[in-house]
């Protein structure tokens, strides 16, 4: 029998460790405390995060908090969490009574990547939360992966216009200026990139 086949998505597995995890997250709640409060901030303490409420809601947040979840009401002005001194700004969760066009732009203006409807049940509560840090984690890890598919890519282009530099001024073959580059590179002991940088910046002073 043939085996499925690949998708190039890794599957997330709720393993001991993720579940750890969980427990160790710092959350902050800005909810009023009213039924919906208390059953969403009883049932993360009882998961075992770390709980902080706000309401009205706080623009800047407590530092290194790891989830945030947001009562959207349609008759409040939110104004957006301001995440400047994140270093990885931190997962929302929505938590919604009502929906309409208005709610949805505050969510997405918000960057919401999870959602509780109210009247919040104790059973929805860590659903959010597993599904929330799961599809958190594999949106940085694909960051991660574009980023340096980036400076990859970056660094070949200032290769290939170091060696056209070389091939111009000094009349040689491609394969001879990527080794003038690497020989270079060698014995400065620095990288490639380092040195196809330097040869571009000359070529722009005595080409200025």
Known sequence: MSSPPRTGVRS?????????????????????????GEVLIQQLKRIGCQVQTF???????PDNVDV??????????????????????????AVVGYENPTIFEV?????????????LRSTGVLASLVLTVGLTQEMRGYRKRVQRLE?????????????????????????EAYKIIREQAMSKRVAT??????????DEILSG
């Not at 997330?12 to 800005?30: A, S």
């Not at 008759?75 to 997962?91: D, I, K, T, V």
């Not at 400076?151 to 394969?175: E, F, H, P, W, Y």
Request: hydrophobic share 45%.
């Open 55 to 61: 309401w009205p809601p706080v623009q800047d947040l």
């Open 107 to 119: 969510m997405l203006r918000m960057g919401a990547t999870g959602v509780l409807s109210a009247p």
């Open 12 to 36: 997330k597995r709720i393993t001991p460790e993720f579940l750890t995890q969980l427990r160790n997250l710092r959350i902050v709640v800005l909810h009023p405390r009213d039924a919906d």
């Open 193 to 202: 990139e380092e040195i196809a940088r330097a040869i571009i910046h000359a």
């Open 151 to 175: 400076q990859k890519l970056l660094s070949v282009n200032q290769i290939n216009d170091a060696k056209a530099i070389l091939m111009r001024t000094r009349g040689v073959s491609d394969a």
């Open 68 to 93: 945030v979840y947001y009562a959207i009401q349609s008759n409040e002005m939110h104004a957006p969490l301001n995440f400047s001194n994140f270093e990885q700004p931190p997962a929302v969760i």
